[in-house]
């Protein structure tokens, strides 16, 4: 069965960096998209980008360029989130999801990952 | 930019009645609208798609309508499963944006 599951919390001080994996099975996983999506405390879901998992070329919203980077590593069918100059406001859950039945609709999702910025 | 409004913002309903869920695009996107449901402390699930057609495995009390630029989630005889924030988002225009969300109460 198809799965995505991503790696657990992370507690990060102020200006330091973090990647959050998504490792995927149950299904071919060039064949499908990452989509990566954000809750921040309080707030509902915001849609910050993609990858393509056959290039690995990644895709920004605008507000998560610069410090966010989408990468994969096919070879273990993962793919990544780096934040780096961690700040506040990145405190959030971030998920992955594979892309289907459409470009841009998410069908499996992973369970999220807390990422917790504080000094 | 296409901003996503959704109305209400709570929704009450009691066990075994019927929801319905709005949601606004502020341009036309044709179909190309989804909705999610995302129960507390779990992964959001793809309810929608192409406004009207159930992602696998959905039952068929959840119903999407509409097209351009008004659209609706018909939750028929709401269950104790179904509370949660349901959100939609459109995915025919860059970038993909999702509404603020409805969440759904049991009365």
């Known amino acids: 069965q198809v799965q995505l599951v991503q790696s657990g919390s992370e507690l990060k001080k102020p200006g330091a960096s973090v990647k959050v994996s998504c490792k995927a099975s149950g299904y071919t996983f060039t064949s499908h998209a990452i989509n990566w999506v954000r809750q921040a405390p309080g707030q509902g879901l915001e849609w910050m980008g993609w990858i393509n998992t056959n290039t690995g070329e990644p895709t920004y919203v605008q507000g998560f360029t610069g410090r966010f980077v989408f990468s994969l590593d096919a070879s273990v069918t993962t793919a990544y989130l780096q934040i780096t100059s961690l700040k506040a406001e990145d405190s959030a859950v971030y998920y992955c999801?594979?892309?289907?039945?459409?470009?841009?609709?998410?069908?499996?999702w992973g369970q999220g990952t807390l990422v917790t910025v504080s000094s | 930019e296409v901003i996503m409004t959704q109305s209400p913002a709570t929704l009450s309903v009691s066990p075994g009645e019927g929801a319905t869920l709005s949601c606004r695009a502020s341009q036309r996107v044709g179909n190309y609208l989804a909705w999610y449901q995302h129960r507390p402390g779990q992964a959001p699930r793809l309810l929608i798609y192409d406004a009207s057609s159930r992602a696998a495995g959905i039952p068929a009390r959840f119903i999407g309508s509409g097209s351009e630029t008004d659209f609706s989630l018909t939750i028929t005889s709401l269950q104790s499963e179904d509370v949660a924030v349901y959100y939609c988002q459109q995915y025919l225009k860059w970038p993909p944006k999702l509404g603020q969300g409805t969440r759904v109460e049991i009365k």
């Open positions: 999801a594979r892309d289907f039945p459409r470009h841009f609709v998410s069908d499996y």
